[in-house]
């Protein structure tokens, strides 16, 4: 019989990552700009050691954008291979988080985030890599629906 710690250190490693999805009143979108990458996405980050994804998501949104928000349910979940500098695989989680109005009483984290911003998947489009834009619109449609969304893997452009 092998070891208990023998097996699980022998085990594919995946990392989790959780975000929030809020809208203004009109529907758009809140995304963040990270001052490490090219490109926008949601308030949000990787899951710690002992962490929910959930717990993740409330504590990325307090720490990044100054928000205590209620995380509610699953919204979108997607597995997302190696890309850039990670060297192992992603599963992605997006929470809804509602709605919030203009974007008053953000206080961004200045040493991650360079800006914050509402827009519509339209918009989306230039500010994201495609398989962001597949979530995004995956989240709006999860939202109405009251489903939950599974994304295959993501593809790198």
């Given at each position: 019989?092998?070891?208990?710690?023998a097996?699980?250190?022998g085990?594919?490693?995946?990392?989790?990552?959780?975000?929030?999805?809020?809208?203004?009143?009109?529907?758009?979108?809140?995304?963040?700009?990270?001052?490490?990458?090219?490109?926008?996405?949601?308030?949000?980050?990787?899951?710690?050691?002992?962490?929910?994804?959930?717990?993740a998501?409330?504590?990325?949104?307090?720490?990044?954008?100054?928000?205590?928000?209620?995380?509610?349910?699953?919204l979108?979940?997607?597995?997302?291979?190696?890309?850039?500098?990670?060297?192992?695989?992603?599963?992605?989680?997006?929470?809804?988080?509602?709605?919030?109005?203009?974007?008053?009483?953000?206080v961004?984290?200045?040493?991650e985030?360079?800006?914050?911003?509402?827009?519509?998947?339209?918009?989306a489009v230039?500010?994201?890599?495609?398989?962001?834009?597949?979530?995004?619109?995956?989240?709006?449609?999860?939202?109405?629906?009251?489903e939950?969304?599974?994304?295959?893997?993501?593809?790198?452009?």
């Open positions: 019989m092998i070891p208990a710690d097996f699980y250190a085990l594919f490693k995946v990392a989790a990552a959780a975000a929030g999805f809020i809208t203004d009143s009109s529907g758009r979108v809140l995304l963040v700009k990270p001052g490490y990458r090219d490109h926008w996405g949601w308030p949000g980050g990787h899951v710690d050691e002992g962490e929910s994804p959930e717990a998501c409330g504590r990325e949104l307090a720490e990044e954008l100054g928000l205590t928000r209620p995380v509610g349910r699953l979108v979940v997607q597995w997302v291979p190696p890309l850039d500098d990670r060297p192992v695989p992603l599963v992605h989680f997006l929470f809804d988080c509602g709605t919030f109005q203009d974007g008053t009483g953000v961004l984290q200045r040493e985030l360079d800006d914050y911003g509402f827009f519509t998947a339209a918009q230039s500010l994201m890599p495609a398989y962001l834009v597949a979530r995004l619109t995956a989240a709006q449609r999860a939202r109405d629906t009251g939950t969304v599974y994304l295959p893997a993501a593809v790198a452009e």
